[in-house]
């Protein structure tokens, strides 16, 4: 069919044509939301998958959702290595100029950029020409610990919005990026600002290791959020996210074809838009059936191997790609990191620190004690195919 008209969208973070089997989570997030507008004590929501899965997609929609019901948004993404502080200072900063615009909130908003200016002076934070103008407000998140730091700051913005009949919604991707250290002072200040029943929204995604991390930086993680496990799709839902985008289109398509896609794909989100992307351009006419599907298979499967998988692998050093190499020698994961390590013909404990390094770029992580698999789904069946082709 006419490439222009191609519905689907592979992509990170690209809303998808349907998106679908999120019904019950989109749900929650909006009664979330609400009960946070209206001042009820409320869990934050935390999204663990493996890549791919539609995490960002679905933080983009609670945004959106979160505009809808009044709030001040500031969605950001965790980069390797960027402090905290830094992340969420122009974000805060944002929201609380736009707040001091409403008429009986100027004061608290402007208490909020006063104790910001003491903030980013603290935490040498670089500030444009308007901010060196503002007075600081000493004795407010200016001790120089983040973790009071923070909360002072998002006490004011809470306290502000209230005053508005506002929320501000704060959405973070990639939370396993931050450092321990920097997530312990976001969980006590979302914490904090809980315990006041304060219109603060969060929402983060991670990888799977996420809910290690947060427990492992504050004990009360555990209670405070409410993890949803982001995966493959169930079949039916899996099979709606090619189905109905075609349908819109005026295309049919078999029930053995659609029942392929779902075995090939496994129901990942990102491949079924990649194997949507390719049955398009492939299909003449209505219905689709399984010839059009296994001339989509391998087109999919190339352009994921050149782009969705490979750009991962390239961010391993050569001794990291041998570990990986090792782990999907063994078959489908996960893996047990003694086996990896005999594998290498190496002691565990010798490669722990080149293990430690490969799960912090977020290419594999440890579902259970002793345990490693990979964070992108079927990247054992990438490396086995690069493997057979380099022989
Ligand atoms: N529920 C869904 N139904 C169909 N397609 C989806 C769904 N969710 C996401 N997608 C598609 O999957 C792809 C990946 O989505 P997204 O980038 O949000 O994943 P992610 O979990 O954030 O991945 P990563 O961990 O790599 O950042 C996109 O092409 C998106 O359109
Ligand atoms: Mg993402």
Redesign the pocket.
């Known amino acids: 069919m006419d490439p222009r008209k191609n519905p689907?969208?592979?992509?990170?973070?690209?809303?998808?044509?349907?998106?679908?089997?999120?019904e019950q989570l989109i749900t929650d997030a909006e009664t979330a939301l609400f009960r946070v507008k209206n001042g009820r004590s409320t869990q934050a929501l935390f999204m663990l998958?493996?890549?791919?899965?539609?995490?960002?997609?679905?933080?983009?929609e609670f945004e959106t959702l979160a505009l809808e019901n009044g709030y001040l948004t500031s969605l950001v993404e965790a980069p390797d290595r960027k402090p905290l502080c830094e992340l969420l200072y122009p974000q805060i900063r944002q929201v609380l100029r736009k707040l001091s615009h409403i008429e009986n909130v100027r004061q608290a908003a402007n208490d909020g950029l006063r104790a910001l200016r003491s903030f980013a002076s603290t935490f040498n934070i670089k500030i444009g020409d308007v901010e060196i103008g503002v007075d600081p407000l000493p004795g407010t998140a200016d001790s120089g610990d983040l973790e009071f730091d923070l909360r002072d700051l998002f006490l004011l913005v809470g306290e502000a919005s209230r005053q508005a009949g506002k929320g501000w919604a704060l959405l973070i991707?990639?939370v396993q990026y931050l450092k321990k250290d920097d997530l312990a002072a976001l969980i006590t200040a979302l914490h904090k600002v809980n315990q006041r029943s304060l219109p603060i929204f969060f929402a983060g995604?991670?990888?799977p290791q996420l809910a290690k991390l947060a427990g492992d930086a504050k004990s009360y993680a555990e209670r405070l959020f409410d993890y949803r496990e982001?995966g493959a799709?169930g079949a039916s839902?899996?099979a709606?996210?090619l189905r109905t985008p075609l349908a819109a289109e005026k295309m049919q398509v078999t029930d053995d074809a659609l029942a392929r896609v779902v075995l090939d794909t496994k129901s990942?989100?990102?491949f079924?838009?990649?194997w949507g992307y390719q049955i398009w351009n492939i299909a003449q006419a209505s219905p689709i059936g399984l010839a059009e599907i296994e001339a989509a298979g391998p087109k999919a499967i190339s352009r994921l191997d050149g782009g969705f998988f490979r750009v991962r692998l390239d961010r391993l050093t050569d001794a990291e790609v041998k570990y990986v190499q090792a782990m999907a020698a063994l078959g489908r994961g996960p893996y047990k990191s003694n086996e990896v390590a005999k594998r290498l013909g190496k002691e565990p404990s010798g490669l722990a620190p080149r293990r430690a390094s490969i799960i912090s770029k977020g290419m594999i992580y440890s579902p259970n004690h002793g345990d490693i698999d990979f964070?992108?789904p079927m990247f054992d069946e990438f490396l086995q195919r690069k493997g057979n082709s380099t022989q």
Do not use: C, H, M, W
């Open positions: 689907f969208s592979p992509g990170a973070g690209s809303r998808p044509p349907e998106l679908a089997g999120r998958g493996l890549r791919g899965t539609g995490k960002t997609v679905l933080l983009n991707d990639e995604a991670g990888l982001i799709l839902a899996a709606d996210a990942y989100p990102f079924l838009q990649e964070t992108v």
